[in-house]
């Protein structure tokens, strides 16, 4: 399966600020997806990321808020704009492609903390 | 809409004993997927076991297995011989066919301790 680095690993940034995280994966994939785990709570998708086309944004998020970047097949970016202390999460990106289908492979994630 | 709920907010198990977590889900999609995902300390997310709707064999992975219920839409996951390196949260999700297959959908996610 895929290997994937996402940088930061954390932050903590200022309410109001805008903070951009990356996905590198080590083989080209055709779709990337973004999650948000909120503290203590379960993953839910934000949006899904392909290559040469607007990405698609799940119900409850907009790009605005979340504008991502998706330039070629190994890599993307997501921003989080003018942070809220809401904003506080951990953001996820994966692939498919696993040990199976539908298998889902993640980063290990951006813990972002908004002051 | 599709939902997956997880009732045991935290389970804890002493070692080498067994333990079964609990999940139940809600669809009206007849091919889909389930899975158990694992998310220890360090966050990274791991694949526990995999389950296709339409095998009605449960699926096993060494020490994990899965006991699948389609008509009662359950999906429970039993770790045998728990090990501490098994400490995690411990997360049920579901896919299905249709549509945006890398979109799960996740439930509220297990705290398992694993104590010696």
């Known amino acids: 399966s895929a290997v994937i680095s996402q940088k930061p690993s954390r932050d903590i940034c200022q309410r109001g600020t805008s903070l951009t995280i990356q996905c590198q994966v080590d083989s080209q994939v055709t779709m990337m997806f973004w999650y948000r785990q909120q503290p203590g709570q379960s993953l839910t998708l934000i949006a899904t990321a392909n290559q040469g086309s607007e990405a698609t944004y799940e119900s409850g998020f907009v790009i605005d808020k979340f504008p991502i970047s998706r330039p070629n097949l190994t890599f993307s970016t997501l921003t989080v704009s003018n942070m809220s202390p809401e904003d506080s999460s951990i953001y996820l990106c994966s692939v498919g492609g696993g040990s199976g289908a539908n298998v889902l492979t993640f980063g290990a994630g951006s813990r972002l903390t908004v002051l | 809409a599709q939902t997956v709920t997880q009732s045991q907010p935290e389970m804890s198990v002493q070692e080498a004993e067994t333990v079964t977590l609990s999940c139940t889900y809600d669809t009206s999609e007849n091919n889909y997927y389930l899975f158990w995902y694992k998310q220890p300390p360090s966050r990274q997310m791991i694949l526990v076991i995999r389950q296709e709707a339409y095998k009605q064999q449960n699926a096993t992975e060494n020490r994990f297995s899965v006991n699948f219920q389609k008509a009662a839409k359950s999906f429970s996951l039993k770790i045998s011989d728990s090990q501490l390196g098994d400490t995690a949260m411990y997360f049920c999700?579901?896919?299905?066919?249709?549509?945006?297959?890398?979109?799960?959908?996740f439930g509220q996610g297990t705290t398992l301790q694993v104590k010696p």
């Open positions: 999700a579901f896919t299905g066919l249709s549509g945006n297959t890398g979109k799960l959908i």
